[in-house]
């Protein structure tokens, strides 16, 4: 064989070798970090458009009724959905994970190993919250009420933050699911890198203590705990977002109100990674107008966003935001002018940095009548709605390409 011959054999031996080795090359696998005020996934930025459907778990737990999960991981894919919220939680009651404290229903946990192992199917990433600040799925209503059955001297639901019972048996849970190893996947929570983050709980709210300084200190105690057993996954903590006395000026922005919640100290806690925000403001400005109510929206990112940026120093995620077909005067038109409004805005505050993305609340499936609470949106069935989450997935992602790229940087060439 001539030596070009030999070479032609070598060149398409080289080629081969790199066709076959794109066509097996894998997925990114490496778990979502945070540099700064920025999300990152296999060294690139990681921006995103999610969702929530807290139900998972719940449905997961009758096998006859798992293709729901599967049909709305399908459907949120296809809209470029890439990151799901959904609870890792249910105390007492119906179809209990945690049936009391420390002892646990494995078929319902088998479940959540279904939802993980489907999530990762679909490539989607998830946040899973741990408790609840509200009754439903028990919460910390019926921690509190587990301890008082125990003899424990209990004053309130507030307790939740400070009693040492109730806390170890918040404990006693966080470490039950982080080292849960997937009956599925054979993998162990803490280790799959398909969970995006863990929520210390969702929507923590206290009457007892309007300064934020009791949740603090219970975010601080449990946030250290959550790092101990895991270092390799983002935490945040749940929040809505309203702010506290720690910066005053800043309480012009709550909707005329507190939940004794601190946005900035409690986000400024070195173990928590990234701050979140909630909005609803058809029920918190209820009865205002449509452009009043846009208008406290409007203020209510930037202030966060600015404050994440300059002040946190620590990326921001949307986590809940909707409109209610319960609200007067609803159409799908004012939904998605309402959704498009919101991803606008996400996706130019992306644009600068500080926001990773938000998670429209609340997809679902057919036949879930009995999960409807106004805002859920079944995406095959509303093709407009549908059409406006998937136009900001390209954006999101088209941004996402855009900062992956590095930059080059050009030196004039001097005059000869």
């Known amino acids: 064989m001539t030596f070009f011959g030999r070479l032609s054999c070598v060149w398409g031996f080289f080629i081969l070798l790199v066709l076959v080795s794109e066509a097996v090359a894998p997925s990114p696998s490496g778990f979502v970090q945070t540099r700064s005020t920025q999300f990152v996934l296999d060294g690139s930025p990681f921006l995103f458009n999610g969702f929530n459907s807290y139900w998972m778990m719940h449905v997961a737990a009758q096998p006859s009724e798992r293709y729901k999960i599967s049909n709305v991981f399908r459907d949120a894919a296809a809209a470029g959905l890439t990151v799901c919220r959904t609870w890792a939680f249910s105390d007492g009651g119906d179809q209990a994970l945690q049936i009391s404290p420390g002892v646990y229903d494995e078929h319902v946990f088998q479940a959540l190993d279904f939802v993980v192992s489907e999530a990762q199917k679909y490539r989607i990433c998830l946040i899973l919250s741990l408790s609840n600040n509200y009754k439903d799925f028990g919460g910390r209503t019926q921690y509190v009420n587990w301890a008082r059955s125990a003899g424990m001297p209990i004053n309130s639901d507030d307790d939740f933050y400070t009693n040492t019972v109730v806390k170890g048996y918040y404990k006693n849970h966080v470490e039950r699911v982080l080292t849960r190893i997937n009956t599925i996947t054979r993998v162990a929570y803490k280790d799959d ?184 949106i079944i995406l095959s069935q509303n093709p407009s709605t549908s059409g406006v989450i998937s136009q900001q997935s390209r954006q999101m992602t088209a941004l996402k390409h855009t900062l992956s790229r590095p930059r080059v940087h050009l030196t004039a060439k001097p005059n000869t």
Request: charged share 20%.
């Open 193 to 376: 890198p398909t969970i995006m983050a863990w929520e210390l709980m969702n929507e923590p709210r206290s009457q007892a203590d309007y300064s934020g300084k009791t949740i603090n200190g219970w975010v601080q105690e449990m946030a250290a705990y959550v790092k101990s057993m895991d270092s390799k996954h983002l935490l945040e903590i749940g929040m809505e977002g309203f702010y506290g006395d720690s910066m005053p000026d800043r309480k012009q922005y709550n909707p005329g109100y507190q939940v004794g919640t601190d946005y900035i100290t409690n986000n400024l806690i070195k173990e928590i990674d990234f701050a979140t925000i909630h909005a609803y403001p058809d029920i918190w400005l209820s009865g205002q107008s449509d452009n009043s109510q846009m208008e406290f929206m409007q203020r209510w990112m930037m202030s966060h966003w600015t404050d994440a940026r300059t002040v946190l120093k620590k990326p921001l995620v949307f986590a809940e935001f909707g409109k209610s077909s319960k609200d007067p005067g609803y159409s799908i038109s004012a939904r998605d002018s309402f959704l498009n409004a919101i991803y606008t805005n996400i996706y130019n505050f992306a644009r600068t940095g500080g926001i990773g993305g938000g998670l429209v609340w609340q997809i679902v499936t057919e036949g879930m009548e009995s999960y409807y609470d106004g805002y859920e």
